[in-house]
């Protein structure tokens, strides 16, 4: 194997990139933040009961309440996750619908330079906290699970949105320009260039924020939105462990199955496999 001259070798190594200063300065700012950042937190120590509470917790998650795992009554475990799966979906698929105009609006080959007007509102919607919002809707259409489907219908406008946009910025103009020439009208080139190149993503992406929104719906139920939130929160208020261990193993194992099954159908969209 043939050697390289050694003053070919010397002068690639004093050309390398020089970032010894660099990657100083990030460690030091890290070092300091963190330090700074502990500054702030108050740990009082482990005490005997929060480890009496941990052991608790941990044997009613070994033995939870199984009556409530295998009941089909209105209060039971499976009848609150079904109500949480129904106020993600509802919620997800309104704000799949919510954000079509949004996107639209917001990517730059439809509007052009007033893409950014759309942005704005988007980012404006994500930046509402999530309990906050739940709150309102609370306020305005009481407790139940309408106000969860509101909720995340109106918290998933941000996220599908923003997803959207990438979808639509990605379209092939070719395909379009093809229908140009062969004389399409405007409702063939929607029918026949946009939105084929566009529903396996939007569905994919649906199914993605489905799978957020299941775990959002989850915590829902602590501000009154419905779902298996509020059982699991009094539950652990009343130090019913086992009960709040049996929502959580409702919750764990839907979570997974959802997740399981949303990953195959979004790579069967995108993949076709």
């Known amino acids: 194997m043939k050697t390289l001259p050694q003053n070919l070798i010397l002068d690639v190594y004093q050309s390398r990139?020089?970032?010894?200063l660099r990657n100083i300065?990030?460690?030091?700012?890290?070092?300091i933040l963190i330090l700074w950042s502990l500054s702030v937190i108050n740990y009082p120590g482990i005490t005997e009961s929060s480890i009496q509470i941990s052991r608790n917790i941990l044997k009613a998650f070994v033995n939870p309440s199984w009556d409530l795992i295998f009941s089909l009554e209105v209060d039971s475990i499976?009848?609150?996750?079904f109500e949480t799966l129904g106020i993600a979906f509802l919620g997800t698929l309104l704000g799949s619908i919510l954000s079509l105009p949004f996107a639209f609006l917001s990517s730059k080959n439809i509007v052009g330079k007033f893409a950014y007007l759309g942005t704005i509102v988007i980012t404006i919607i994500r930046s509402f906290p999530f309990f906050l919002l739940a709150l309102m809707f609370v306020r305005v259409s009481g407790p139940g699970p309408l106000t969860g489907v509101l909720t995340i219908g109106v918290l998933s406008i941000g996220m599908i949105s923003k997803m959207y946009v990438e979808v639509i910025e990605d379209i092939d103009p070719g395909i379009l320009q093809a229908l140009d020439a062969s004389g399409a009208s405007l409702f063939q080139k929607i029918r026949f260039g946009i939105i084929p190149q566009l529903t396996a993503n939007f569905i994919s992406v649906m199914i993605y924020r489905f799978e957020i929104n299941v775990k959002n719906a989850t915590v829902l139920g602590i501000v009154g939105a419905g779902g298996i939130g509020f059982t699991l929160?009094?539950?652990?208020?009343?130090?019913?462990?086992q009960d709040a261990a049996a929502a959580l193993w409702g919750i764990v194992v839907v979570v997974i199955f959802v997740e399981f099954f949303s990953t195959k159908i979004?790579?069967?969209?995108i993949t076709g496999e």
């Open 17 to 20: 990139p020089k970032t010894t």
């Open 233 to 241: 929160l009094t539950a652990m208020s009343a130090f019913r462990w």
């Open 25 to 31: 300065f990030i460690v030091t700012t890290i070092i």
């Open 78 to 81: 499976p009848f609150l996750m």
């Open 266 to 269: 979004r790579k069967k969209l």
